[in-house]
Antibody
């Protein structure tokens, strides 16, 4: 079955760079029609899509955060890495990675990791 | 940027009630829309994709409709486990995967 798990620091200081890793199993990111995305959720607030990488290495970013984000994949390790630069306290949130199915019906996040809470504070 | 606006922001209902949540896109997205359910402290769960297709394992009391800019999620007969927050998400491959602001479904 498909599983995903996020890992990374729980606490970062303002201006630092956050690096999160999504380690997954049950699928290959070299398979056509597959992607992995990152979504975050500040405490008590709504979901916010951040970035997405497709099986063919095509990458998409949230327009409002594009300058701060980089998404990469390591197919051999079954991992996707998200980096976010210049962290600020408003970036405090639970960060989720999710498996995306891509096809004629669009892009849908059908399997999610448990999420990891990242706090930005000095 | 595309905006997804849900209404209402919150709704109170009783077990057995029929509930409808709406989602409006700021531009036409055909049928490229998903609905997710999220319970406190848990990751979201995909309920509906392509506006009206039920994800495997999701109870048939959930249904979706709409196309273009206006969409609805309907729960035909609320069950205790349905009290949660619901999000729509635009799913067009060429646009940002924007989520709505969420609708909290509470017990009356």
């Amino acid at each position: 079955q498909i599983t995903l798990k996020e890992s990374g620091p729980t606490l970062v200081k303002p201006t630092q760079t956050l690096t999160l890793t999504c380690t997954f199993s049950g699928f290959s990111l070299s398979t056509s029609g597959v992607g992995v995305g990152w979504i975050r959720q500040p405490p008590g607030k709504a979901l916010e899509w951040l970035a997405l990488i497709y099986w063919d290495d095509d990458k998409r970013y949230s327009p409002s955060l594009k300058s701060r984000l980089t998404i990469t994949k390591d197919t051999s390790k079954n991992q996707v890495v998200l980096t976010m630069t210049n962290m600020d306290p408003v970036d405090t949130a639970t960060y989720y990675c999710a498996h995306m199915s891509y096809g004629d019906y669009g892009d849908y996040f059908d399997y999610w990791g448990q999420g990891t809470l990242v706090t930005v504070s000095s | 940027d595309i905006q997804m606006t849900q209404s209402p922001s919150s709704v109170s209902a009783s077990v057995g009630d029929r509930v409808t949540i709406t989602c409006r896109a700021s531009q036409g997205i055909s049928s490229w829309l998903a609905w997710y359910q999220q319970k406190p402290g848990k990751a979201p769960k995909l309920l509906i994709y392509a506006a009206s297709s039920l994800q495997s394992g999701v109870p048939s009391r959930f249904s979706g409709s709409g196309s273009g800019t206006d969409f609805t999620l309907t729960i035909s007969s609320l069950q205790p486990e349905d009290f949660a927050t619901y999000y729509c998400q635009q799913a067009n491959s060429f646009l940002p995967k924007t989520f709505g602001q969420g609708t909290r479904l509470e017990i009356k």
